[in-house]
């Protein structure tokens, strides 16, 4: 079958985690990307810990064979050469890789493009039709758009660190890279957009990708602004400032995730819980904004119900009376869910040196599309294994140019 982005192809100098998610999108949906290195350095993580490989996972790199595990889950489906793009034989290169490729994505910090001669003003000039994406911690304008950011700067930057843990506790970041992993999605479909509009129009363009702004502009979405005008305070742990109960409870053998949006599962919830009469004991049970107010009252009547039931049955009555819930799963629990497994989301990750499967997963390919299958069908690449093949084909270089690039270090 055709895939949505069969043909285009995608000259990807990202490094880590933001822009590698990108391209990997892009590449599941069909796109080529051609992966660009320094021959000098390198990815950082295709040989950084933890590593994976016929010996199995560990820090310490036990084979020859072994790679790095984020390299081996980021890279799935994509080419890669080496190339420096700092020297003048590179950089010639690499613009003719630029004449017939569609889009350049890059993660360097602010002003780096522009110090290698590589920005959109350049690009242009040789393709007015290819759509350049950069993305960096705080954007390419702004008074700290050159700030050196990760992810826990990001989060702490835009107020994600101070929203998050208990209340009265320190504050925390979210468990995993939310904001590399969120502008990555966000480039993507960035990407995708300039696409669509370069097919009706014919123009190419710049795509400035702000980690601080994809991450805020989702945290916004809830009123933090008015928490204290509002009397809420500033962290609610597992709580939600609209809902009440809404939060995580204690059975015999585990925990479980409850929550009500609306009057009728709230009433639903108390009928399950056989506190059906509370209301006309205590009729402030019925108003929201009361609850709300009053969570650990709440909480307290959920969590006298939960204590002599096994998360099983608590599922299982919650469930029947169509009540939100879920079991509070362990990253083991999580693998082994036949939900995820039905929609293929946890799939073999393939070490390309050793030639086989290593003992880790990785996500599948979130999206389903109908007509047009997405998934990361290839594995990483072996470091530089394309360029050979991507340089003739794509640059147009005869094999004396190659080994000449090669003698020079240039690949």
């Given at each position: ?14 490094r ?21 290195d ?32 984020a ?24 613009m ?11 993660n ?37 758009h ?18 998050s ?94 929550g ?5 599962e ?71 869910w ?39 069908d ?21 094999e004396?140019?190659?080994?000449q ?7």
């Amino acid at each position: 079958m055709n895939t949505l982005l069969d043909g285009v192809v995608v000259l990807d100098l990202t490094r880590f985690f933001s822009g590698p998610q990108c391209t990997l999108l892009l590449a599941g949906m069909g796109a080529e990307v051609i992966k660009i290195d320094d021959p000098r350095s390198g990815d950082p993580t295709a040989f950084a810990p933890p590593f994976a490989g016929p010996s199995g996972v560990s820090f310490d790199r036990m084979t020859d064979t072994d790679m790095g595990l984020a390299y081996l889950k980021r890279q799935r489906g994509k080419k890669s050469i080496t190339l420096d793009l700092k020297s003048p034989a590179g950089r010639d290169v690499f613009m003719d890789l630029v004449r017939t490729a569609d889009v350049v994505v890059d993660n360097f910090s602010s002003g780096v493009t522009t110090r290698l001669g590589i920005d959109y003003a350049v690009l242009s000039q040789v393709n007015p039709a290819i759509v350049c994406c950069s993305l960096t911690g705080y954007g390419q304008t702004g008074p700290d758009h050159d700030a050196k950011a990760y992810d826990l700067m990001v989060q702490a930057a835009v107020g994600l660190v101070g929203l998050s843990g208990t209340p009265g506790g320190p504050p925390a970041k979210a468990a995993t890279a939310m904001s590399d992993a969120i502008a990555g999605v966000f480039a993507a479909t960035g990407i995708v957009s300039a696409l669509f509009h370069r097919q009706k129009t014919g123009e190419g363009q710049a795509i400035d990708v702000s980690m601080a702004d994809c991450l805020f502009s989702l945290i916004f979405d809830e009123p933090i602004d008015c928490y204290q005008r509002l009397g809420v305070q500033t962290r609610q742990g597992n709580r939600i400032m609209r809902f009440s109960p809404f939060n995580v409870y204690r059975a015999i053998d585990g925990w479980v995730a409850i929550g009500t949006a609306t009057h009728a599962e709230w009433l639903t919830l108390l009928d399950t819980m056989g506190q059906g009469d509370l209301p006309r004991e205590r009729p402030e049970f019925l108003q929201a904004s009361w609850r709300i107010a009053n969570n650990d009252e709440v909480d307290a009547v959920v969590n006298a119900w939960l204590r002599d039931l096994t998360c099983a049955q608590v599922i299982e009555s919650l469930g029947r009376a169509g009540v939100p819930c879920s079991l509070v799963r362990s990253i083991d629990d999580v693998l082994a869910w036949e939900q995820l497994r039905a929609r293929k989301m946890i799939v073999a990750l393939t070490n390309p040196l050793s030639g086989g499967t290593v003992d880790a997963g990785a996500p599948g390919f979130p999206l389903k599309f109908s007509r047009t299958p997405a998934s990361y069908d290839a594995p990483a690449p072996v470091p530089g294994a394309h360029t050979d093949s991507i340089l003739a084909q794509r640059a147009g270089l005869t094999e004396a140019q190659i080994r000449q690039l090669r003698a020079d270090g240039v690949i």
